[in-house]
């Protein structure tokens, strides 16, 4: 099984001011992790971090050692709302394994640790080095380990930290992606889980341009299948396509396929409303929200909220008065970062407008009703759009994504988590976060519960084998 480990940046600072004090020697800490399981992929996500004090605990140059009993009532804990427990220390000599004294510690603590569960879920150790940079492995409960593949901290920039550092092989296709953004990006984009959310106008030009940037593993997810109206915005479609009533993601997914490059692409007909959506996009590194709908993008920030996701979301407005007269042409990237701000605290909607799109979607009858009873704002209605418009903001929203993977501004990241342009006014503006999301706060890393996303319309979400 491929387990892969995230936390967010903030965690990670949290950690490394705790595990190196400046004495020169190891510290320690517990963390209550989230769990994802999906189709053979699994992640552990940092939730909360207690750290071990320094004088409960007995600290060398080499080793730290600390009584167990500090971990019982985060087992009880643990066991009830169904987290991991993650124990982590620090090499402060930058010896970038663990070491024998490691595994015997581990042995011996983990063997009490799953006495204290009624199932075999996963459960993790890890070491930071001074540089940052985190390994991790899970300990079974027969006392075998399995190495994490992947640590990541999302923040600013996106850190990504390898099991085992090697280079993967550079095809000629890839030479000038290689030139532009280096051996590093591209072997880190062979390796990540990325997700898009909407296969029309915007996201099928941000699959398009991710497949040509050879990520390696794609999901794509639309419930919607190729019409007339679509071909004009949309690549690779065929009036035979919208005849047949094909799905948009297959269309795309079979002319990704077709390119020839090493790409593993996973295309689902489903909405993002369905909890196998959400169970899909729980296991992935980063996600595109390339939707038009207010409740799609406002569940899309709950889900990177409680799986600690790098979202990265884009939106296109085209105003016209349906006879080649153009008010305005303008459109937004936004990138979300766990435990940060969201839609909200951004001023983006409100939650009357996630409630009133919410009844558009489910029950356009009592909609209408609500509408003319002006109990609910009206959701904007469709618009005009054109595939010129539609791939100036693709490009936009992944070179975010690269920006924060590989940065390249003159700036800081911070002062872009969001962008707006208008075309029609020759505006381009940015800037940085707003406050941090209340409601959202608490459930950065929750990962798995029952209700699923702690949201009673949705299917709960049974454990994992």
Request: one cysteine or more; aromatic letters at 8%.
């Given at each position: 099984?491929?387990?892969r480990l995230?936390?967010?940046?903030?965690?990670h600072?949290?950690?490394?001011?705790?595990?190196f004090?400046?004495d020169?020697l190891e510290?320690?800490?517990?963390?209550?992790c989230?769990?994802a399981?999906?189709?053979?992929?699994?992640?552990?996500?940092?939730?909360r971090?207690?750290p071990?004090?320094?004088?409960q605990?007995?600290?060398?140059e080499?080793?730290?050692?600390?009584?167990?009993?500090?971990l019982?009532?985060?087992l009880?804990?643990?066991?009830?709302?169904?987290?991991?427990i993650l124990?982590?220390?620090?090499?402060?000599?930058?010896?970038?394994?663990?070491?024998?004294?490691?595994?015997?510690a581990?042995?011996e603590?983990f063997?009490?640790v799953?006495?204290?569960?009624a199932d075999e879920?996963?459960?993790?150790?890890?070491?930071?080095m001074p540089?940052?940079r985190?390994?991790?492995?899970?300990?079974?409960?027969?006392?075998?380990f399995?190495?994490?593949s992947?640590v990541?901290?999302?923040?600013?920039?996106l850190?990504?930290?390898?099991?085992?550092?090697?280079?993967?092989?550079?095809?000629?296709?890839?030479?000038?992606?290689?030139?532009a953004f280096g051996?590093g990006?591209y072997?880190?984009l062979r390796?990540?889980?990325i997700?898009v959310?909407?296969?029309?106008?915007?996201g099928s030009?941000?699959?398009e341009q991710l497949?040509?940037?050879?990520?390696?593993?794609?999901?794509?997810?639309d419930p919607?299948?190729?019409?007339?109206?679509?071909?004009?915005?949309?690549?690779h479609?065929?009036?035979?396509?919208?005849?047949?009533?094909?799905?948009?993601?297959?269309?795309l997914?079979?002319?990704?396929?077709?390119?020839?490059?090493?790409l593993?692409?996973?295309?689902?007909?489903k909405s993002?409303?369905?909890?196998?959506?959400i169970?899909e996009?729980?296991t992935c590194?980063?996600v595109?929200?390339?939707m038009d709908?207010?409740?799609g993008?406002?569940?899309?920030n709950?889900?990177?909220?409680?799986?600690?996701?790098a979202?990265?979301?884009v939106?296109?407005r085209?105003?016209?008065?349906g006879?080649?007269?153009?008010?305005q042409?303008?459109?937004?990237?936004h990138?979300?970062?766990?435990g940060?701000?969201s839609?909200?605290?951004?001023?983006?909607?409100?939650?009357?407008?996630?409630?009133?799109?919410?009844?558009?979607?489910?029950d356009p009858?009592?909609?209408?009703?609500?509408?003319?009873?002006?109990?609910?704002?009206?959701?904007r209605?469709?618009?005009?759009?054109v595939?010129?418009?539609?791939?100036?903001?693709?490009?936009?929203?992944?070179?975010e994504?690269?920006?924060?993977i590989?940065?390249?501004r003159?700036?800081s990241?911070?002062?872009?988590?969001?962008?707006?342009?208008?075309?029609s006014?020759?505006?381009?503006d940015h800037?940085?976060?707003?406050?941090d999301c209340?409601?959202l706060?608490?459930?950065?890393?929750?990962?798995?519960?029952?209700p699923?996303?702690?949201?009673p319309?949705?299917?709960?979400l049974?454990?994992?084998a």
């Open positions: 099984m491929d387990t995230t936390m967010t940046v903030r965690q600072e949290d950690l490394f001011k705790h595990l004090p400046g020169g510290a320690a800490a517990i963390v209550l989230g769990r399981h999906h189709a053979g992929a699994q992640r552990l996500i940092v939730h971090v207690h071990v004090p320094y004088d605990c007995d600290r060398s080499m080793q730290v050692r600390w009584k167990t009993d500090l019982e009532p985060l009880g804990e643990a066991e009830r709302r169904g987290l991991a124990t982590i220390h620090c090499h402060p000599n930058g010896y970038p394994r663990f070491s024998d004294q490691d595994d015997t581990d042995k603590l063997s009490s799953y006495g204290w569960f879920l996963s459960h993790a150790s890890a070491v930071m540089n940052g985190v390994i991790a492995r899970v300990v079974q409960v027969d006392g075998s399995e190495t994490i992947l990541t901290a999302v923040g600013d920039e850190a990504f930290w390898l099991a085992v550092e090697h280079t993967v092989g550079s095809p000629e296709h890839a030479v000038r992606s290689i030139q051996q990006t072997s880190m390796r990540l889980r997700a959310i909407g296969a029309s106008g915007t030009l941000v699959i497949v040509r940037s050879h990520v390696g593993r794609l999901h794509i997810f919607d299948k190729i019409e007339d109206r679509n071909l004009n915005r949309i690549p479609t065929t009036m035979k396509n919208a005849v047949d009533g094909i799905a948009k993601v297959t269309c997914a079979e002319a990704a396929r077709a390119i020839g490059f090493e593993e692409i996973v295309p689902i007909t993002i409303h369905n909890p196998e959506v169970r996009l729980s590194d980063i595109f929200g390339c709908t207010i409740d993008r406002a569940l899309l709950r889900i990177a909220t409680f799986y600690s996701i979202y990265f979301d939106g296109v085209l105003d016209a008065d006879k080649g007269g153009v008010d042409i303008c459109g937004a990237v990138y979300f970062q766990p940060r701000s839609f909200f605290t951004r001023k983006i909607f409100t939650s009357d407008d996630v409630a009133a799109a919410a009844f558009k979607r489910s009858a009592e909609y209408k009703k609500r509408l003319r009873q002006k109990y609910l704002k009206g959701v209605e469709n618009q005009p759009a595939m010129p418009i539609n791939m100036v903001f693709a490009g936009l929203v992944v070179m994504f690269f920006a924060r590989h940065p390249y003159v700036d990241n911070a002062d872009y988590a969001w962008i707006n342009v208008s075309l006014h020759g505006i381009y800037g940085p976060d707003a406050a209340p409601s706060i608490r459930y950065v890393g929750r990962g798995d519960c029952i699923l996303l702690d949201m319309d949705y299917t709960e049974p454990k994992a």
